[in-house]
């Protein structure tokens, strides 16, 4: 039986204007990009630009207001994708698909047989995940790194409010 397959992304705010180009695939696959942006603001490379403010319009019963980083409370850009993300099952228009695929708007992917083999691994193991290189494929090493970071150590980001994110914290806490 084949999957229906959508890889997914978010562009929200100015952080990144453009939707990177996907090398054709073995396996069909629907791009879609979930952005505040009009289509004259952001270069989408072949992805179907989606401005239906899900994040709003499908809330998550669990986002309380007493969060930190519920969207009630942080209503930063970066934060807002975030929902698109992690909670992408609640956006109605994915629930056609037997796989969904996230990709970071800042990824390329250049391999053709990439989504293929995503695919297999997701029938195979239930879920799957992409290795994140930068720090050694290591969390503890990425909240050492993140904490040291501008964007999660202030209350203004990228011209944004948003909360202070005790990354150490957090990771102890989870």
């Given at each position: 039986?084949?999957?229906?397959?959508?890889?997914?992304?978010?562009?929200?705010?100015?952080?990144?204007?453009?939707?990177?180009?996907?090398?054709?695939?073995?396996?069909?696959?629907?791009?879609?990009?979930?952005?505040?942006?009009?289509?004259?603001?952001?270069?989408?490379?072949?992805?179907?630009?989606?401005?239906?403010?899900?994040?709003?319009?499908?809330?998550?019963?669990?986002?309380?207001?007493?969060?930190?980083?519920?969207?009630?409370?942080?209503?930063?850009?970066?934060?807002?994708?975030?929902?698109?993300?992690?909670?992408?099952?609640?956006?109605?228009?994915?629930?056609?698909?037997?796989?969904?695929?996230?990709?970071?708007?800042?990824?390329?992917?250049?391999?053709?047989?990439?989504?293929?083999?995503?695919?297999?691994?997701a029938k195979r193991y239930g879920i799957c995940t992409?290795?994140?290189?930068?720090?050694?494929?290591?969390?503890?090493?990425?909240?050492?790194?993140?904490?040291?970071?501008?964007?999660?150590?202030?209350?203004?980001?990228?011209?944004?409010?948003?909360?202070?994110?005790?990354?150490?914290?957090?990771?102890?806490?989870?």
């Amino acid at each position: 039986m084949k999957n229906k397959v959508a890889i997914i992304t978010c562009v929200y705010g100015t952080y990144e204007a453009s939707c990177k180009p996907i090398k054709p695939q073995t396996t069909p696959v629907d791009l879609i990009c979930f952005s505040n942006l009009s289509p004259d603001k952001i270069k989408l490379n072949g992805w179907e630009l989606d401005n239906t403010p899900y994040h709003e319009t499908h809330p998550v019963e669990i986002d309380k207001s007493n969060l930190r980083n519920s969207l009630k409370n942080n209503k930063h850009t970066y934060n807002i994708g975030k929902y698109y993300k992690f909670m992408w099952h609640y956006i109605p228009r994915l629930q056609e698909y037997d796989v969904v695929i996230w990709v970071d708007a800042t990824v390329e992917i250049i391999h053709p047989n990439a989504v293929e083999m995503l695919v297999d691994r997701a029938k195979r193991y239930g879920i799957c995940t992409w290795n994140h290189e930068r720090h050694g494929g290591n969390l503890f090493n990425e909240v050492q790194a993140c904490s040291n970071d501008h964007r999660f150590n202030s209350t203004n980001w990228f011209g944004q409010n948003q909360p202070l994110q005790p990354v150490k914290e957090q990771y102890r806490d989870y």
